[in-house]
Nanobody, 121 residues
Framework: DVQLQASGGGLVQAGGSLRLSCATSGFTFDDYGIGWFRQAPGKEREGVSCQDLMNTYYAESVKGRFAISSDNAKNTVYLQMSNLKPEDTAVYYC????????????????WGQGTQVTVSS
């Protein structure tokens, strides 16, 4: 079974940093687009960042502040978030899709359980 286990969320002040981790299992890591969505209260799910064999993608709102990376030996994807803003507050979900990334949430079959990120002003 495909499993995505997100962790690393928390409460941080504006301007601070957090690193999210997504430990994966049950599929060939290198063959999938793996990334992050987020959902704030009352808002739709939003694609944040994703990487696949072709490229790395970022939402405009996080470019220059967030960085996605992976450790293929551990089948784990990371999202380093810096200079956090109150508007980054959301539940962050790890997602996986074969074979390439998309920022359309309906294109994803596999979702992790979510981790809460709260940025105080």
């Amino acid at each position: 079974d495909v499993q995505l286990q997100a962790s690393g969320g928390g409460l941080v002040q504006a301007g601070g940093s957090l690193r999210l981790s997504c430990a994966t299992s049950g599929f060939t890591f290198d063959d999938y687009g793996i990334g992050w969505f987020r959902q704030a209260p009352g808002k739709e799910r939003e694609g944040v960042s994703c990487q696949d064999l072709m490229n790395t993608y970022y939402a405009e709102s996080v470019k220059g502040r967030f960085a996605i990376s992976s450790d293929n030996a551990k089948n784990t994807v990371y999202l380093q978030m810096s200079n956090l803003k109150p508007e980054d507050t959301a539940v962050y979900y790890c997602v996986a899709r074969y074979p390439l990334c998309s920022f359309n949430p309906d294109m994803y079959k596999y979702w992790g359980q979510g981790t809460q990120v709260t940025v105080s002003s």
